[in-house]
């Protein structure tokens, strides 16, 4: 068996640089040498071509009749010529013949590398599968490699993947090298081989880049309850603590606001509120509608409707631009929301903290702005301050003020609070 130098190298380096197996390689290099093999073999019955990984020596085999006399080359062999081979072979029996014509083996590696990239492509589309069927729901980065009408082909590494219109977002304009980061929305075995699909518009893109970010999320300290989102313009990401003593939205904002800076920045920009998540379906909407005022709330269970009354003045606020504030907190929380404008008296919760302000100013006899400051750190009530639980420290953190000063006030209070549960 001669060996075929220049096929050998062919399958040397494709093993090498593709990571194939040589076996695999020859097996498709068999098939395809079938049909090249018909004008050089000819017509031969039941034939087939073995190549051998090793020394890249390649054989035609053609299954032969044995027979006395032969009527037709192509289909039988000669009894003499059968015997000599095989001493036990009787008329009418089938032998395995060698067909291989005088320089295949040119034909073959002339062959090889049409028939060797085809199984390439083949193999490639199927350990894209097998790579990414388990990979939806991660984040991978790319380089834009080249558009295919109006979706996007970024080069992951290895393998390509694709970026429907659908899955971008409509204010991002994408340039052939640029870097971009996506979602694995999924994995489809599609008519054209496996492709990996990915989004930057996906609502699981925004929670996966909190996830990578913010480590309270991704140790489950902080979760995220709730995000709707509207690619490109606004996100609304509610999140709860398991543990009191985290702030989950101190935690996702970070130090100086660096985290969710991190996050606005790989949106392109997008705005992103986080708001403190509530089983309290009020408490929810009063947050998830920040920072406009709300004046009343009427909720009906039924319907799974909400009727938010707000001051003329913070309709615009509260209803976003072209409905989009009252959209996403709708998402949000499951309910429908309607945001009506009031023009009753009704005091606002803002008038009230504004009134509770004034009052605690009063007893505790500190100025209107600190005492401002510690109704808005939810210290509103002369009770709360001298039974909550809250410390110097904690006040001097809410009003800004020193140690000494909040050790004044929380002293005076106590007094305050004794004096006048005892009637005096």
Same mark, same amino acid.
């Given at each position: 068996?001669?060996?075929?130098? &220049?096929? +050998? =190298?062919?399958?040397?380096?494709?093993?090498?640089?593709?990571?194939?197996?040589? &076996?695999? +390689? =020859?097996?498709?290099?068999?098939?395809?040498?079938?049909s090249a093999s018909r004008k050089a073999v000819g017509p031969a019955r039941d034939l087939r071509i073995e190549v051998d990984p090793q020394t890249g020596a390649v054989r035609a085999i053609a299954n032969l009749i044995v027979v006395e006399r032969v009527t037709n080359s192509h289909d039988e062999i000669s009894f003499s010529k059968a015997h000599r081979v095989n001493p036990e072979i009787k008329v009418g029996e089938n032998i395995d013949w060698e067909v291989t014509p005088h320089g295949f083996g040119r034909i073959a590696a002339q062959t090889a590398r049409q028939a060797i990239m085809q199984r390439i492509r083949q193999v490639e589309k199927e350990?894209?599968?097998?790579?990414?069927?388990?990979?939806?729901?991660?984040?991978v980065s790319g380089t834009v490699r080249r558009f295919d009408r109006s979706d996007v082909i970024v080069d992951i590494g290895k393998f390509e993947a694709i970026m429907p219109a659908r899955e971008r977002v409509s204010t991002e304009e994408y340039a052939i090298g640029d870097r971009i980061r996506a979602y694995v929305v999924a994995v489809e075995n599609g008519p054209r081989g496996p492709e990996i699909i990915i989004s930057r518009s996906h609502t699981s893109f925004v929670k996966r880049l909190f996830e990578v970010e913010v480590s309270e999320i991704s140790?489950?300290?902080?979760?995220?309850?709730?995000?709707?989102?509207?690619?490109?313009?606004?996100?609304?990401?509610?999140?709860a603590s398991v543990d009191d003593k985290v702030d989950p939205v101190g935690a996702c904002v970070g130090m100086k606001g660096a985290r969710v800076k991190n996050i606005v920045r790989e949106l392109n920009n997008e705005k992103v509120d986080i708001i403190r998540w509530s089983g309290d379906i009020r408490t929810f909407v009063i947050e998830a509608l920040k920072p406009a005022a709300i004046k009343s709330i009427e909720i009906d269970e039924a319907r799974k409707s909400i009727r938010v009354g707000v001051a003329e003045d913070q309709a615009s606020q509260a209803i976003g631009r072209r409905g989009q504030n009252a959209r996403l907190t709708?998402?949000?929380?499951g309910w429908e929301?309607?945001?009506?404008?009031?023009e009753t008296k009704e005091i606002s919760l803002e008038d009230k903290q504004a009134s509770s302000a004034h009052d605690l100013a009063g007893i505790l006899g500190i100025d209107q702005e600190t005492t401002a400051m510690l109704v808005r750190?939810?210290?509103?009530?002369?009770?709360?301050?001298?039974?909550?639980?809250?410390?110097?420290?904690?006040?001097?953190?809410?009003?800004?003020?020193e140690v000494e000063i909040a050790e004044k006030i929380l002293e005076t209070a106590n007094r305050e609070y004794k004096?006048?549960?005892?009637?005096?």
């Amino acid at each position: 068996m001669n060996r075929n130098s &220049e096929l +050998l =190298a062919l399958l040397d380096y494709y093993e090498k640089e593709k990571g194939i197996k040589r &076996e695999v +390689l =020859a097996e498709a290099l068999s098939s395809a040498l079938l049909s090249a093999s018909r004008k050089a073999v000819g017509p031969a019955r039941d034939l087939r071509i073995e190549v051998d990984p090793q020394t890249g020596a390649v054989r035609a085999i053609a299954n032969l009749i044995v027979v006395e006399r032969v009527t037709n080359s192509h289909d039988e062999i000669s009894f003499s010529k059968a015997h000599r081979v095989n001493p036990e072979i009787k008329v009418g029996e089938n032998i395995d013949w060698e067909v291989t014509p005088h320089g295949f083996g040119r034909i073959a590696a002339q062959t090889a590398r049409q028939a060797i990239m085809q199984r390439i492509r083949q193999v490639e589309k199927e350990m894209i599968y097998d790579e990414f069927k388990d990979r939806a729901g991660e984040i991978v980065s790319g380089t834009v490699r080249r558009f295919d009408r109006s979706d996007v082909i970024v080069d992951i590494g290895k393998f390509e993947a694709i970026m429907p219109a659908r899955e971008r977002v409509s204010t991002e304009e994408y340039a052939i090298g640029d870097r971009i980061r996506a979602y694995v929305v999924a994995v489809e075995n599609g008519p054209r081989g496996p492709e990996i699909i990915i989004s930057r518009s996906h609502t699981s893109f925004v929670k996966r880049l909190f996830e990578v970010e913010v480590s309270e999320i991704s140790d489950r300290t902080v979760e995220i309850k709730a995000i709707a989102r509207e690619a490109g313009h606004r996100t609304k990401v509610a999140v709860a603590s398991v543990d009191d003593k985290v702030d989950p939205v101190g935690a996702c904002v970070g130090m100086k606001g660096a985290r969710v800076k991190n996050i606005v920045r790989e949106l392109n920009n997008e705005k992103v509120d986080i708001i403190r998540w509530s089983g309290d379906i009020r408490t929810f909407v009063i947050e998830a509608l920040k920072p406009a005022a709300i004046k009343s709330i009427e909720i009906d269970e039924a319907r799974k409707s909400i009727r938010v009354g707000v001051a003329e003045d913070q309709a615009s606020q509260a209803i976003g631009r072209r409905g989009q504030n009252a959209r996403l907190t709708s998402r949000l929380t499951g309910w429908e929301i309607n945001i009506e404008k009031e023009e009753t008296k009704e005091i606002s919760l803002e008038d009230k903290q504004a009134s509770s302000a004034h009052d605690l100013a009063g007893i505790l006899g500190i100025d209107q702005e600190t005492t401002a400051m510690l109704v808005r750190g939810g210290l509103n009530t002369l009770e709360g301050i001298a039974t909550g639980g809250a410390s110097a420290s904690d006040i001097a953190d809410i009003t800004g003020c020193e140690v000494e000063i909040a050790e004044k006030i929380l002293e005076t209070a106590n007094r305050e609070y004794k004096r006048i549960t005892a009637g005096v």
